[in-house]
């Protein structure tokens, strides 16, 4: 039966500093799973119940409130099967190495993201074993850190984390800025067990600054080499850029080709892209011209020849590139 739905509502748990989630796109409201969480083993009746609740609505077409925007509806025949295909685990906000403008960590609150003010993630082990116990980690699930900068975390906590991915046998992705280079990541990329995301959003060092507002562009270069050269050997252990399309800074060719460049050069296996969701919240419903459409053209071949993905943002690209 198609319907309209969501992967996320059926397969995603985002597991966030004080709230779960049933995902995590900053593009729009957020279906919420439990508010005010602060740690505790998730109670597995109760998920499913709630679950079963937004599915029922998603199902009579009554569609809930924080989804009715989201560009992540679509209508199809859904795989209904209980369980996870996405972990994502982002306890924690810190990150001062960084300075994206468009932060989710700082909006309003810059001090929030500076420092370590949030919960500690040593919760993450019972909720994961009660996930398997309970058969609810589907194959080749993606255990995904995030933050906050998982390379600022307290070491023995991104040990912690890493190591519960491990025992889980799930495959680990990292979201970093890649300015604080670890070598535990390294040796892990290296047997295949982790991969990495990498947010640079610009070609060129000038553009860099502008967004991430840190002078930190050739390091994250050396960076991506020294990962990627530990990668180099294992097809699992993979090295991806991303690139934040930002209308008005980095949307122009210029730009995204001497990107595609610089990281195919640096061993980069493959690239995000995606839409600064400040604006794209804004604009989503008016025409897309000009630098942008090339730009978002430019993407578009290069992810359709393999390189690479627009991610949450797939089918609204290609559904305002068909427009006139
Ligand atoms: S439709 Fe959007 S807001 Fe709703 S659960 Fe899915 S991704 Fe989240
Ligand atoms: S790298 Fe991520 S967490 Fe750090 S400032 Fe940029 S968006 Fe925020």
Redesign the pocket.
């Known amino acids: 039966m198609k319907y309209k739905c969501c992967d996320a509502l059926l397969h995603k748990l985002a597991i966030n500093p004080d709230n779960i989630n049933f995902c995590c796109s900053p593009y729009d409201n957020k279906l919420q799973y439990l508010n005010n969480y602060n740690g505790e083993v998730i109670d597995i009746a109760d998920y499913r119940k709630r679950r079963e609740y937004y599915l029922n609505m998603f199902k009579s077409g009554n569609i809930p409130e924080a989804c009715q925007n989201c560009f992540h509806v679509e209508e199809k025949d859904w795989d209904e099967e209980i369980g996870f295909k996405f972990i994502s685990i982002s306890s924690r906000?810190k990150?001062s190495?960084?300075?994206?403008f468009?932060?989710?960590?700082?909006l309003g609150k810059p001090e929030i993201?500076k420092e370590l003010n949030t919960r500690q993630c040593w919760d993450i082990k019972p909720i994961i074993k009660e996930l398997y116990n309970e058969n609810l980690i589907l194959k080749d699930c993606i255990y995904i850190i995030g933050?906050?900068?998982p390379t600022e975390f307290p070491q023995d906590e991104l040990e912690y984390l890493m190591l519960v991915g491990l025992m889980s046998d799930v495959h680990i992705l990292i979201?970093?800025?890649g300015i604080i280079y670890n070598e535990n990541i390294a040796k892990l990329l290296s047997v295949g067990k982790v991969s990495l995301k990498i947010?640079i959003d610009a070609g060129t060092k000038a553009t860099y600054q502008k967004i991430?507002r840190v002078n930190a562009y050739d390091k994250v270069m050396t960076n991506i080499k020294k990962y990627s050269q530990a990668a180099k050997n294992n097809p699992n252990g993979i090295v991806e850029a991303k690139y934040i399309i930002c209308p008005g800074i980095n949307d122009n060719l210029k730009e995204a080709k001497a990107f595609i460049s610089k990281i195919k050069k640096a061993g980069c296996k493959g690239l995000e892209v995606a839409l600064e969701y400040s604006w794209f919240n804004s604009n989503k419903n008016n025409p897309v011209n000009g630098t942008l459409r090339e730009t978002l053209s430019y993407f578009r071949e290069i992810t359709k020849n393999g390189f690479g993905n627009f991610g949450d943002a797939d089918s609204w690209v290609a559904s305002k590139l068909e427009e006139k």
């Open positions: 906000t990150c190495s960084c300075d994206c468009y932060c989710i960590q700082s993201k933050g906050g900068e979201l970093t800025n947010s991430k």
